[in-house]
């Protein structure tokens, strides 16, 4: 099952507020992605499209893959739209390694496309809690930073881990997305203005989350026996795996972990035949700081309750034991809720070609996973690459 | 929230009714059709429970940032709480400053007003939880 599908294409919009709408954000990824085909694709190689996306605001909520793919002349193919909360391209991509293991199909299209930043506050306020639970979470009042409080609260209670590890996250996935021209975020930050900033949910401030973004993202994925006639460095995918869970925190066994995740990562490690420390660099799902440190724990990395040390410690820098988060992590390039699993692995694609801006370029990275989640932990992918 | 979609709930918003697993014993708040570990050998077996409103608390935050509907009352305290019947739920924790409350604090549900659809529109009640022996605990209609 590893490594019969791979990626040959892969591009995207910047992330950020910006003034295109989701049809041009579309074609910028689109187009990005097939320049980015070394030996060239007929787009009308292209036989089926999974789009990602939540559609925010409401704007396009029916019909969206077919007017994205029509935009980009992409006529005439089956395209659908795959929803699954924050984690939607993730799972268009997985839906996609489906259909070419099937056998069905050589050559798709996984994409993802949002566009957030031009609802007025109170409705961009509502949809951005559209994916929690609506009648006895958000009845009671709660926010996604309210969700990650409480576990970060609860995380700092059992394990000692410290609110500087949690701004730290904030510090390194800045840095790095000041050297990603496609980040939301351009400029590092100072650990000090992460504790300093306003307070969300305490103890997590306006910098211990991920902004509001815009953005799109695609991929060109074939069966791998097929991928050298489109490139002679292909990324193959080694496993894809998900997990739901209970849509409640309060639902949930442990809420200092999650369970979607742990329970995906396992699968994905067997399928992939590795370990968690065979991989060298992982984009994990930073939508509030307290996610990658737990992440850092549910997959592996180290051990339950380690993930504020070592990122303290700067093992989850570029030369530490992994690199997390290169691009910026949806805490610094950005977070278009449908466009961020299909962008995680844009930036897998960069990292395994040697193809990211030098500052960020993890040498020698050989092994890649991205992890994706849907909401406070609901919804969960893991895909592991290799050159 | 739609009016019907809120009075669905009624029982459980306002009594803190849950249910019992006729098969595992399991308890769940809100009430559940089906126990999610039984499956279907729990189909028509659950029990309604009136659950106590005691309970601790097994993490708290303070919203600062509210969602629509909150702005006028922010910031304001929110609770997992677990009940002594072993479920959990997510709660507002009031008639306290926020610095009093901890992990593993008792606390007990109060009858409050939640929210009001806009300006004349219907009004939610439900539960929210304050610290325990601030005054007599709900009593329950059950």
Redesign the interface.
């Given at each position: 099952m590893a490594g019969e599908v791979a990626i040959v294409g892969a591009g995207q919009s910047r992330f950020g507020v910006l003034k295109e709408g989701i049809k041009s954000l579309f074609a910028q990824a689109f187009f990005e992605c097939l320049d980015s085909v070394d030996k060239g694709m007929d787009p009308r190689q292209v036989q089926e499209a999974f789009v990602g996306s939540m559609s925010f605001g409401g704007g396009q909520l029916g019909n969206l893959a077919a007017l994205m793919t029509e935009q980009v002349g992409l006529t005439h193919i089956p395209a659908r739209k795959v929803e699954n909360a924050c984690a939607s391209s993730s799972y268009a991509l997985r839906d996609a390694w489906f259909a070419l293991h099937s056998g069905m199909l050589d050559v798709v299209l996984v994409a993802g496309v949002e566009k957030m930043t031009d609802l007025p506050s109170d409705r961009r306020r509502y949809w951005l809690g559209v994916s929690g639970d609506t009648e006895w979470e958000r009845l009671a009042g709660t926010t996604f930073a309210g969700l990650y409080a409480l576990m970060a609260s609860r995380h700092m209670h059992e394990y000692g881990t410290k609110r500087e590890s949690l701004a730290q996250v904030a510090v390194k996935n800045h840095r790095y997305a000041s050297h990603n021209p496609k980040a939301h975020f351009q400029r590092p930050i100072k650990l000090e203005q992460v504790l300093e900033a306003p307070m969300l949910a305490q103890p997590l401030t306006l910098y211990d989350s991920c902004p509001v973004s815009d953005g799109a993202s695609a991929l060109l994925l074939t069966r791998a026996e097929l991928a050298k006639s489109f490139t002679d460095s292909p990324v193959y995918i080694q496993a894809s795996s998900g997990a739901s869970d209970f849509l409640a925190l309060h639902d949930r066994e442990d809420i200092t972990r999650v369970d979607g995740t742990v329970k995906a990562a396992k699968e994905a490690y067997r399928q992939a035949h590795l370990s968690p420390g065979e991989v060298d660099m992982a984009e994990i799902h930073d939508a509030f700081t307290i996610g990658e440190i737990m992440a850092l724990e549910d997959l592996g990395f180290c051990s339950k309750g380690q993930g504020g040390v070592w990122t303290l410690e700067g093992r989850t820098e570029i030369g530490g034991d992994i690199a997390v988060n290169t691009s910026g992590g949806l805490k610094a390039k950005g977070h278009p809720l449908g466009a961020t699993g299909a962008g995680q692995v844009v930036e897998v694609f960069k990292q395994l070609r040697s193809e990211a801006e030098k500052a960020r370029q993890v040498s020698g990275a050989e092994v890649a996973l991205t992890h994706n989640v849907g909401g406070s932990g609901a919804t969960v992918a893991v895909h592991i690459f290799s050159r | 929230?739609a009016i019907p979609?809120f009075w669905r709930?009624i029982d459980s918003r306002y009594n803190l009714v849950g249910t019992r697993c006729g098969n595992c014993g399991d308890i769940d708040f809100?009430p559940r059709s089906v126990c999610?570990k039984c499956g279907r050998k729990s189909l028509g077996k659950m029990e309604r429970l009136q659950l106590s409103g005691h309970g601790t608390v097994?993490?708290?935050?303070?919203?600062?940032?509210?969602?629509?509907g909150?702005e006028a009352?922010r910031?304001?305290s929110?609770?997992?709480?677990e009940l002594e019947e072993g479920a959990?739920?997510?709660?507002?924790v009031i008639d306290c400053d926020?610095a009093e409350i901890g992990?593993g604090m008792p606390v007990e549900a109060v009858f409050r007003k939640?929210?009001e659809e806009g300006e004349s529109g219907i009004i939610?009640y439900?539960y929210k939880f304050r610290p325990s022996g601030k005054a007599p605990p709900m009593e329950g209609q059950d």
């Open positions: - | 929230m979609r709930e809100p999610p097994v993490s708290y935050t303070v919203v600062h940032d509210a969602p629509s909150f009352i910031p304001y929110l609770a997992i709480i959990r739920l997510t709660s507002q926020p992990i939640l929210g939610h439900g």
